[in-house]
Structures are given as structure tokens and as C-alpha cells.
């Protein structure tokens, strides 16, 4: 094999799915929380591990349950996942040097279980000199396979305790995302401004009565498109 | 255990576009490059994603609604467990539920 070899072996998933086992802990209560709040939604057991298990992308299903309306809105939590999930775009194409060397289902099929972690690990690993692709699809379907025991528990515990609507509890959705949100902050000179102008437009298509997912793609969009803007003015 | 039509059909409609994202993103991104606009938008877009939900979601919920968001933004900056800024997040709520 020349240097540039990249093999796809069960060797190199078994220790992209033993690297994972701490992030499972760190995911597990996000888990929950889509549990919960999937419940309190009116999705039955059924349907909240069918998405967790298609969807497989924890904020974009949050903020979808949070935009659930009765019948299910298709547009808009079709939208909001294409929105929040627009960041996984570009992961793959960071991870050519592996997945360029891949074919038919090891390809398509590894990609189905690209999310936020397994791209980071994956990069780590391969800035390590790590050659085994499979490592990817190991971290990504460890994630996966607790993910769906994480949310299949939050639901049911949600159905067994029964919470009333305006619980605190539900508070948790929005706090989860507060929470992420803080280690994405990068600077005042970075973030200040395009943060605050999501804030804004969001707030203001809210009070023009815009239905979901409209504030939330119009904030997202605007803020994002000021900080490119600003970014690239700058450079 | 029941599967509407309604919510199998949102379900599959995220599942689409979710996984356009992840496999149309390489496979785009690697037959042409991107515009350096949309690249930078790109890594600029999660920030943006999260306020932009989380400003009327506060808004709903008045003044005990940031009151809560402050106390999770602390807890998450200083001991980096989304567990526990999750609970606290909760916890402010009930209390100041409690006062009102």
C-alpha cells in the first residue's frame, strides 16, 4: 500500500466507538431533554425514536419540537432542520482525505452518521495520522445508539410523570440552548454584533406575528450573513 | 405506540434534509468550491441559529425568563456541564416561579 493508504476496517470503528464513550455522558442529558419535551409535543414513543434515529441531529430536532405545531408542520420542521443543520456541510468536505478513498455504502452509509463530535474526533484523529475511515462511522454510530436510549428515556419519563403545560421543567429546552450557545461565543469583535442583529430581526418578525420557523431562519440568516460580511471586510 | 401519517411525513422531511446536509455538503462541496461568503456564513451560522430561537423563546416568559438565562450562561461559562446549567436553568425558573 502507498502512504496514502486509508483502510475502512471493524478494527478501526471499534476504537472510533470506545473514543466516544465520554461524549456519550456529555450527550446523554441533551437525550433527555428531546425525551421530554418530544412527549409533552404529543409525539408517541414510536414516533420520537423513529426521528431521533433518522434525524440523528439533537438541536435540530429540539428546535423543530419546539416549533411542533398540530398536524405536524412539514415545511417548517423541514426547514429548521436544513437551518440548523446547515453547519454539517461543510465537516465532509473537511474529511475528504479519508472519505475521497471510500465507495458506495461505506461512503453514503458513513456520512448518514456525520454529526458535530464525530467530525471533531475524526479530525483529531486524522491530524494524528490516523488512517482508518471507519473510525468516523465507529464514533458516530456509538452516539447514535445511545442517543436513541437517552431520548427513549427522557419520553418515557415525561409520560410517566405528566408534567402540566408552563411546567419549569420545559424551561430545559431553552436553557439547553443558552447553554450551547456559550461555548460558541468567540469574542465581542467576532460575535457581538451579528449575534445582536439575530436577536433583533427574530424578536421583531416574532411581534409581526411571523409564525415558526420564520423568526428563527430570518434571525439565523441575517446574523450569520453580518458576520461573514464583517468577517471578510476585515480580512 | 401510534405513527401518524402527518408527523412520519415531518419526520421524513427533516431526516431529507438533514442528511442533504451531511452527504450533499461533501459531495458539493468537493465538485466545486464554495463562494469564501458562504464559507465564512457557514462557520458564522450557529451562533446566529441559537439566539435567534432563544430571543422570543425569553421573550415569552418576560423577565424570569432572562433572569434563568443568565444563571445558565454562568453556570455553563464556569463549570462547562451542560447538565448541571441545564438544572440550574430549571431550578431558577421554579424559584422565581415561586416568588411571583
Known sequence: MSGSGVSFTLNGALRGARAAIPLVVGTFPFGIVVGVISDSKGLSLLETLAMSALVFAGSSQLLALELWTEPAPVLGASLAALVVNMRLAPMGAALAPWLDRLRGLKLWGTLATLVDHSYAMSAAEQRRGGRDAAYLLGVGLMLWAFWLVAVGLGHVFGAVVRLPPGHPLYFAATATFCAILVPVWQGVRRDLLPWALAAAVALLAWRAGLGAPWPLLAGALSGASLGAWLELRRA | ?100
Open chain 2, 1 to 100: 405506540m401510534t405513527l401518524r401519517t402527518d408527523v412520519l411525513l415531518a419526520i421524513l422531511g427533516m431526516a431529507l434534509a438533514t442528511y442533504l446536509c451531511r452527504a450533499g455538503g461533501y459531495a458539493l462541496f468537493r465538485a466545486l468550491r464554495p463562494p469564501r461568503f458562504v464559507e465564512v456564513m457557514l462557520q458564522h451560522l450557529p451562533g446566529p441559529i441559537f439566539i435567534a430561537y432563544v430571543a422570543p423563546a425569553l421573550a415569552t416568559q418576560g423577565a424570569r425568563g432572562f433572569v434563568a438565562a443568565a444563571a445558565v450562561v454562568v453556570t455553563q461559562a464556569t463549570t462547562r456541564n451542560l447538565a448541571a446549567a441545564i438544572a440550574v436553568g430549571v431550578g431558577a425558573m421554579w424559584l422565581l416561579g415561586l416568588v411571583r
